[in-house]
């Protein structure tokens, strides 16, 4: 079966940096848009950042400048450089495969970012 493995997370001080992979096993990423996604306590999942197959990226009003997504197709693995971290960036963060002709979506377990001092 598709697993999608987190990992990188843990505790930093605001303003410091995480750097957060996401390993693919039995995904063929490169037909796949991938996207990293987190979610607040109490808040709804919201949209990171995503690649797509070509390599363009889209990034959330509150990341641009600060996060930086990238693939490895050879490697299937994504990742996400998170830089200048804020308290309002805590949260546990997704791993997301996603192909809508294939009708195709996948999530990884999670992995918990905590940004406080």
């Known amino acids: 079966q598709v697993q999608l493995v987190?990992?990188?997370?843990?505790?930093v001080q605001p303003g410091g940096s995480l750097r957060?992979?996401?390993?693919?096993?039995r995904i063929p990423f490169n037909i796949y848009v991938m996207g990293w996604y987190r979610q607040a306590p109490g808040k709804q999942r919201e949209l990171v950042a995503e690649i797509t197959r070509g390599g363009s990226t889209n990034y959330a009003d509150s990341v641009k400048g600060r996060f930086t997504i990238s693939r490895d197709n050879a490697r299937n693995t994504?990742?996400?450089?998170?830089n200048s971290l804020k308290p309002d960036d805590t949260g546990v963060y997704y791993c997301n495969a996603n192909n809508l002709a294939f009708g195709r979506n996948y999530w990884g377990q999670g992995t918990q970012v905590t940004v406080s001092s």
């Open 6 to 11: 987190e990992s990188g997370g843990g505790l």
């Open 20 to 25: 957060l992979s996401c390993a693919g096993s």
């Open 78 to 82: 994504v990742s996400l450089q998170m």
